[in-house]
T-cell receptor, first 115, second 113 residues
Framework: AQSVTQPDIHITVSEGASLELRCNYS??????LFWYVQSPGQGLQLLLK??????LVQGIKGFEAEFKRSQSSFNLRKPSVHWSDAAEYFCAVGLTTDSWGKFQFGAGTQVVVTP | GAVVSQHPSWVICKSGTSVKIECRSL??????MFWYRQFPKQSLMLMATSNEGSKATYEQGVEKDKFLINHASLTLSTLTVTSAHPEDSSFYIC?????????FGPGTRLLVL
């Protein structure tokens, strides 16, 4: 069965510091991987996605993620966080290409940014 | 970019009543929409796939008679929680998209007393 694990429930980071959010997946076929961010009162926003090709993916808001098949990981990074990056981050696996929109989400990581 | 809206944003109801939640794609047509449920401090769980003009497809363990889904037009899907009970209290989120790009609504918080 597919699964997505985000080991860190909560991360606190200082503004300007680097951020890395971990994501591990278990999936039988080639995974379609996504990172979403959820801010209060707003819908989930897509940060980036990986389907194939270059394993380092660039996204919006200065985020990037690296797909490592050998480690079944898709970690999200940002070199220098801004206070506006405080939010909940979800890693997700696309369950099928027949019906985009069916996702298996990780439990989420809450990011707190301190001054 | 594309926007998906939900109405209402929050609702409080008495146990035993039914509640309808709307999901609209504002600037695109969606033959398929998705409904998720999110418990506090937990992940989103896919409930069902809403198909325009046909029956919804429910995920295992989701009661179709409890959570009625109607997708009457290419821009509107509704989720009705029938005979709601306190355990149905949750955050309900819909999504719709174009290809592999999905847009999520802001969610509807339901509290059943």
């Amino acid at each position: 069965a597919q699964s997505v694990t985000q080991p860190d429930i909560h991360i606190t980071v200082s503004e300007g510091a680097s951020l890395e959010l971990r994501c591990n997946y278990s999936y039988g076929a080639t995974p379609y991987l996504f990172w979403y961010v959820q801010s209060p009162g707003q819908g989930l926003q897509l940060l980036l996605k990986y389907f194939s090709g270059d394993t380092l993916v660039q996204g919006i808001k200065g985020f990037e993620a690296e797909f490592k098949r050998s480690q079944s990981s898709f970690n999200l990074r940002k070199p220098s966080v801004h206070w506006s990056d405080a939010a909940e981050y979800f890693c997700a696996v696309g369950l099928t290409t027949d019906s985009w929109g069916k996702f298996q989400f990780g439990a989420g990581t809450q990011v707190v940014v301190t001054p | 970019g594309a926007v998906v809206s939900q109405h209402p944003s929050w609702v409080i109801c008495k146990s035993g009543t039914s509640v309808k939640i709307e999901c609209r794609s504002l600037d695109f047509q969606a033959t398929t929409m998705f409904w998720y449920r999110q418990f506090p401090k937990q992940s989103l769980m896919l409930m069902a796939t809403s198909n325009e003009g046909s029956k919804a497809t429910y995920e295992q363990g989701v009661e179709k008679d409890k959570f009625l889904i109607n997708h009457a037009s290419l821009t509107l899907s509704t989720l009705t929680v029938t005979s709601a009970h306190p355990e149905d209290s949750s955050f309900y989120i819909c999504s719709a998209g174009q290809g592999e790009t999905q847009y999520f609504g802001p969610g509807t918080r339901l509290l059943v007393l």
